[in-house]
């Protein structure tokens, strides 16, 4: 293992300061690969490497009749990233700022992530650009159709199997349902796309499987490594940064289990009560007002002072971002988990690992929503409708099993640094930041990506 070979130039670029980062998420992914492909060695020459790139990128332009009788043009794109493993899946998004590189990137995490959950699927994701909040339902039917017959035969069952991500849902997920439908009459479709609504063969569970599947994960790590003696979630107190699919059924979850959710937020601000928020009642509030802040008996605070906040678990489930070089200092948690994508940035995950703040990496925390996708799959090629016990059984133990393996290369990981500090000292500038649970989440999956990748034989 040569951890001492120079950084490539775009991991030197990601440091351009004490308080500065490049935050292009192509360049992240990059480099959170590099630093794991670090540790995995006996591969053939360039084979790690050929697993950069994307396999297919389709961008498409096409027309859509607006409905003030005008005609715009809008770009889409979809990434089909590695299908080693299976058909491509993942989410297509609607959003201002959607553009190649990041859908790329995007792509790039999802085959990471289907591997490190063993689903077979390799990893995707698409995208318009466009504002959905100027939009009419029926203009986001039309882009909706059009895209989709744009990419014609390139998605399918068995091929790439879309989902919703922002401002996608079970709505826009029924519209590519019916458009593929009426493209490929006669045969069950139903798989071609999962997150659809329950009676056009949706799975149960669907909706909270993220934040279920963060619960399930951050159980399994206090179970296997504890925060101090506690190994439950029995007492401990939880700050939540995200209101939304994901933080409010995490919020709903914990509390449930026996958390005391001390601090939630959304993009008006957040409120904090040191007994415990009530967090029904604040869903409650959310949906008559709009927001969680203002809810009676609550502190309101701001995003910033919420992730700073003592507490034994912060988990940030709104944005990208949150955790960075300028604010990890600051950070009393005393275990980090992602809900979100991305939430924590390359320099934050190495001050918070340094300090001994562990972060439970998005890969594996925000896993759950692809796994039930997964589910949803299986059940519209057997035409069978799963109980929601059978369901979250299953998903408890997809995740548990991840979290497992993660742990034991992480702990692996460990020995092997120690080892190598033990050993030579001048190997101190490069393992100065020890080894990170990212690194050993995507040090798994990049392995198994490769080593399916040789079992099946590079063609011809
Ligand atoms: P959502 O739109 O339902 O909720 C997002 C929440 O974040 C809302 O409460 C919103 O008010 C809040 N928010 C927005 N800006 C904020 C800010 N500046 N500060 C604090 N809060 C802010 O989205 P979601 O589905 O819950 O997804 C949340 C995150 O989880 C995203 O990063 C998403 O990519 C990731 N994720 C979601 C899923 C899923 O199945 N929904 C799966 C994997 C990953």
Same mark, same amino acid.
């Given at each position: 293992m040569d951890k001492s070979a120079p950084k490539p130039e775009h991991i030197q670029q990601l440091s351009i300061g004490d308080n500065e980062e490049d935050l292009d998420p192509a360049h992240l992914a990059r480099f959170q690969f590099e630093r794991a492909i670090a540790?995995?060695?006996?591969?053939?020459?360039g084979l790690i490497q050929?697993?950069?790139?994307?396999k297919r990128t389709i961008e498409v332009y096409f027309p859509v009749e607006m409905e003030d009788g005008s005609v715009q043009t809008f770009h889409g794109f979809r990434v089909l990233h590695n299908r080693v493993m299976g058909p491509g899946k993942g989410g297509v998004r609607y959003h201002p700022e959607v553009d190649k590189e990041e859908i790329t990137a995007l792509a790039t995490l999802m085959t990471w992530k289907c591997a490190l959950l063993d689903i077979p699927f390799g990893g995707a994701k698409g995208g318009v650009n466009c504002d959905p909040k100027k939009l009419t339902q029926t203009e986001l039917r039309r882009i909706t159709r059009r895209f989709i017959t744009e990419l014609g035969d390139n998605i399918?069952?068995?091929?790439d199997i879309p989902a919703p991500d922002m401002y996608t849902d079970a709505q826009t997920m029924s519209w590519i349902f019916d458009t593929y439908d009426i493209l490929h009459p006669?045969?069950?479709?139903?798989?071609?796309?999962?997150?659809? @609504?329950l009676d056009l063969g949706g799975s149960l569970g669907r909706p909270e499987a993220t934040g279920r599947g963060c619960l399930y994960a951050t159980m399994r790590y206090l179970e296997k490594e504890g925060i101090g003696s506690s190994?439950?979630?029995?007492g401990s107190r939880v700050v939540i940064q995200g209101f939304g699919n994901v933080g409010m059924t995490a919020a709903k979850l914990f509390q449930q289990a026996?958390?005391?959710?001390i601090a939630v937020s959304d993009s008006r601000g957040g409120i904090q009560q040191a007994d415990g928020i009530d967090i029904e009642a604040a869903a409650r509030f959310k949906e008559q007002?709009?927001?969680?802040?203002?809810? @009676?008996d609550t502190l309101t605070i701001t995003n910033t002072e919420l992730l700073e906040l003592d507490c034994d678990i912060l988990i940030?489930?709104?944005?990208?971002?949150?955790?960075?070089c300028g604010n990890a200092q600051r950070i009393k948690a005393r275990l980090v988990v992602e809900?979100?994508?991305?939430?924590?940035t390359p320099a934050a995950d190495d001050i918070l690992t340094d300090r001994g703040i562990p972060v439970l990496p998005d890969i594996l925390v925000n896993a759950g929503g692809v796994t039930v996708s997964y589910f949803e799959w299986v059940q519209n090629f057997s035409n069978e409708r799963w109980a929601l016990d059978d369901v979250n059984t299953r998903l408890r133990s997809k995740m548990f099993d991840a979290t497992d393996l993660v742990l034991t290369r992480w702990h692996a990981m460990r020995d092997e640094e120690e080892k190598a500090f033990a050993a030579e000292t001048s190997a101190g500038e490069i393992y100065n930041v020890p080894v990170s649970l990212r690194t050993a989440a995507l040090a798994v999956a990049i392995a198994r990506i490769a080593n399916v990748t040789l079992e099946r034989g590079i063609w011809p």
């Open positions: 540790w995995l060695e006996g591969f053939k020459d050929s697993l950069v790139a994307p399918g069952p068995n091929t006669g045969r069950n479709n139903l798989p071609v796309v999962t997150g659809k @609504p190994r439950t979630l029995e026996g958390a005391t959710i007002e709009g927001s969680v802040v203002g809810l @009676p940030p489930a709104a944005l990208g971002k949150q955790i960075h809900a979100a994508n991305g939430p924590v």
